[in-house]
C-alpha cells in the first residue's frame, strides 16, 4: 500500500505524506499554487511536517525543469543540519549542566542585536576563529564573484558570521541516544549573506515577472528561467551560499566540540556524522529527466543515506536513514513543522507552560523563546509514523541542552 494521499489539483498531481498529521489551508492552498505552474516535472511532493512558507509551503518539494523560482528555496538558503556522535555517554555527564550550556552560548555566537550591526551579539565581536579563517579563505573567491556582478547583493559580515548559529529556530544541542550515547547536533544555514542573496534574487525574479507580465499565482512564485542572465547568476549564489551554510556547521561544530574538550580531553568523535541542508535546490534525476529539484525544509533520503530529523525544544530528534522512495523525490521532512505561527504561540502560552514542557532540558526558559516551545510545534511521532516508507530511524535522541539564539 502507498504511504501518501494524492491532493486534488488543477495543475500536476501532489502526493502528499499527511496522514495523521494536519494541514492548514493556507499551506493547501499554495501546494495547488505550485503545481499549476508550467515547468513542475511528474508531480509536487509534500512532506507531513508541511505548513505555509513565502510563495512556497515549508515542507515540500519542487521539481523543475527550465526555471528555477528563488523563493521556493527562500532566504535561509542551505539551511540544515549537523550531528556528531562522541564517546562520551550518559554517566559522564554532570548533574548541573548549566555550566556547559554557558561554555557553548560563550564559544560560538548567537542570537541579534543591534538591527544586525556593528554591536550585533550574533556575530563575532573580534577575531573568528582558526577553522573560520580557513574556510573564508575557501569561500572569499566564490563571494566576490557574485558581488562584483551585483553590488546590492554584498553583505559586510559574511566572513563575520561564519561559525555563527542565528536566531528563530536554529540550535545547538547535546542528546543522548538510546544507548547513552552523547551527541552534538545544531542547525543552522548561511546566516545573514545568505539571506542578502536569497531577497535580492527573489526581487530579482519579481521585477522580471512584471516586466514580462507574467500571470502568476502568487508573485513570491516568479521565477528565472534557464539560460537567462538571472538564472545564471542566482545557480552561482544559491551554490555558494549552500557551501558556505555547510562550512557554518562546521565552524560551529569545532567550537562546541572544543568547549566538550576543555572538560574531558581524551573523548572522540565517531565515524557516525551528518551534515545535510533542508533549504536547497540541486541538480538531480527523477523520473526520467534532470531536474532543479528544490527541497524547501525538505532532506534528502536516497537510500541508505543518513539524514536528522529533529523535534522541538524538549521533543526527542531522530537520526534517519533514506529507503530512497522515488515517488517522495527520494526525500523526507526536515522536522516536526510549526504547528501555529510564532505570534500565536506567545498569545497561547505562558513561560510556566514552557517550563513545563522542557522539564529536564537546560535550556532558555524565558518569554522571549515561547515562539519555539514544543507546543508549538507538530507532535514528531506523528510526523515519523507518516512516512516510514521514506526512512527508517536509526538513532532517537533526546536533548539534554539547547542553546537558542
Known sequence: MRGYDVIESSGAPIK?????????????????????????????????????????????????????????????????????????????????????????????????????????????????????????EALKVGYDAVVERHPKAAHPRGFGHLGTLGTGNHFIELCLDEAGDLWVMLHSGSRGV???????????????????????????????????????????AVSWAQTYARANREVMMDQVLGVLRVIWPGFETTAEAVNCHHNYVSKEKHFGKEVYLTRKGAVSAREGELGIVPGSMGAKSFIVRGKGNADSFCTCSHGAGR??????????FTVEDHVRATEGVECRKDAEVIDETPMAYKDIDAVIAAQTDLIEVVHTLRQVVCVKG
Open 194 to 236: 545568505g539571506n542578502r542573496f536569497g531577497t535580492y534574487f527573489i526581487e530579482r525574479a519579481k521585477r522580471e515577472a512584471r516586466r514580462w507580465f507574467l500571470n502568476l499565482p502568487d508573485q513570491d512564485l516568479a521565477y528565472f528561467p534557464e539560460g537567462s542572465e538571472g538564472f545564471i547568476d542566482y545557480v552561482r
Open 339 to 348: 504547528a501555529m505561527s510564532r505570534t500565536e504561540a506567545k498569545r497561547r
Open 16 to 136: 502528499a505524506w499527511t496522514r495523521g498529521v494536519p494541514i492548514e489551508d493556507a499551506a493547501l492552498k499554495q501546494l495547488k499554487n505550485v503545481a499549476s505552474l508550467p515547468f513542475i516535472h511528474s508531480h509536487v511532493a509534500v512532506m507531513p511536517d508541511v505548513h505555509w512558507g513565502m510563495g512556497a509551503t515549508v515542507g515540500s518539494v519542487i521539481p523543475t525543469v527550465g526555471a528555477i523560482i528563488p523563493a521556493a528555496v527562500g532566504v535561509d538558503i542551505g539551511c540544515g543540519m549537523m550531528a556528531v556522535r562522541t564517546s562520551l555517554r550518559a554517566e559522564h555527564l554532570p548533574d548541573d549542566l548549566s555550566a556547559i550550556r554557558s561554555a557553548i552560548e560563550a564559544a560560538v555566537p548567537h542570537g541579534r542585536t543591534d538591527n544586525g550591526g556593528r554591536n550585533d551579539k550574533g556575530a563575532w565581536a573580534s577575531e573568528p576563529p582558526a577553522s573560520a579563517h580557513a574556510r573564508w
